[in-house]
């Protein structure tokens, strides 16, 4: 029976298929690609022992060049990096090792450059545990929020032990906390308390102008494909939208108070003085939500990388970042202790693990920049 051909499929008589026997098990290709697989024997698909040494192999070589470069898809081409449940992983991996008792102290897990907020997300309406996400863009929750109504979540069920709510799509998830700022040297010398930053003043006026600094930078920014970039729509003549026009809000707040804290001389209206002690309490809020927090994690944090490191270090709190982009341009005075400069990503993680001799190094289970410090 020569049976028929359609893709990767051989249509056969019912007796010529008993008559070949059971069809042969493909492999598992996470265990081909990896060497493990998270659902060990109880995995459909075969997991060949050559297939294991051979993906074991493939490490150890990467571990040795760990600069060299990797074409999966062809010389000359960029890597095909697949996104897909990082933060996920990272939200699992967190749960493991700092346990959900000790995430859920203070105001939470502070998620650092958070991006679209996925990982905070998750943290509330999966595992219950509060979440704040210290983000300049605004925060985009449509894919996570449709995984949440299809029961995506929870259609898997080896993750079942990292879910702490049962599936009921008719409830709306929440919404975590976002600090819309931007992680500057001077606001984490306003965060952290002596002796940890030194201080040079204790001026409220200076504490102000710090985190009004942060407001106003943070809503000047736009993402762009080269990263964060200052926004530029009124330079070019284009209208903005309602973003803008919320964040250009945001701007002239901010520069009322700026403005009003640099010319002593002029003397406060009753509305002057109503905002900038509003801006006083908002400053105050965030702050102590900062400082309480349970944790602080960066998954691919950009430029943030450094700085959210150093803040959990000031703040001696647990911490888990995982680093992506140099930019050594942006900090060419980073060096390594052999005196040579930061210049790839290998050269990154072991500059931040030089900051502290408690810090780790553990590789994630996704594709692309997976090391977290």
Aim: aromatic fraction near 6%.
């Amino acid at each position: 029976c020569p049976g028929l051909k359609r893709s990767s499929l051989c249509w056969l008589h019912l007796l010529c298929a008993k008559r070949l026997g059971p069809p042969p098990v493909p492999p598992c290709k996470h265990f081909v690609r990896s060497g493990s697989c998270l659902y060990g024997d109880e995995c459909f698909f075969a997991h060949p022992d050559e297939a294991g040494r051979e993906a074991v192999l493939r490490q150890l070589r990467r571990a040795q060049r760990p600069n060299a470069k990797i074409a999966n898809r062809g010389e000359g081409r960029r890597n095909g990096v697949k996104n897909y449940s990082k933060a996920s992983v990272l939200r699992r991996w967190l749960l493991d090792n700092f346990g959900v008792e000790r995430l859920r102290a203070g105001s939470g897990v502070l998620d650092i450059a958070g991006g679209k907020g996925e990982l905070a997300w998750e943290l509330v309406n999966l595992n219950l545990i509060p979440s704040v996400v210290l983000e300049p863009r605004l925060l985009e929750l449509q894919s996570v929020e449709r995984k949440w109504q299809n029961g995506i979540f929870w259609r898997n069920p080896i993750f079942h032990s990292h879910l702490h709510c049962a599936h009921d799509g008719s409830i709306p998830p929440q919404t975590p906390q976002h600090l819309r700022l931007l992680l500057t040297s001077a606001l984490i010398s306003w965060l952290c308390p002596e002796p940890y930053v030194d201080s040079e003043t204790d001026d409220k006026a200076e504490n102000l102008r710090a985190f009004s600094d942060s407001c106003r930078r943070a809503a000047d920014l736009r993402w762009t494909r080269k990263g964060l970039r200052v926004h530029e729509d009124e330079i070019n003549g284009e209208e903005p939208g309602d973003d803008e026009l919320e964040d250009l809000e945001v701007l002239q707040e901010c520069d009322k108070i700026l403005q009003n804290s640099d010319d002593a001389s002029l003397e406060e209206t009753a509305e002057t003085r109503a905002s900038s002690l509003s801006e006083q309490q908002n400053a105050e809020m965030v702050k102590e939500c900062i400082q309480t927090c349970s944790a602080i994690v960066a998954l691919h944090p950009d430029q943030a990388a450094e700085p959210a490191l150093r803040l959990a270090l000031a703040l001696r709190k647990p911490c888990a970042i995982v680093p992506c982009c140099v930019y050594s341009a942006e900090f060419p005075k980073r060096k390594l202790s052999t005196g040579r400069p930061v210049r790839t990503y290998h050269d990154l993680l072991e500059y931040l693990q030089q900051l502290d001799d408690r810090i780790q190094r553990v590789d994630l289970e996704f594709e692309g920049k997976c090391h977290l410090a």
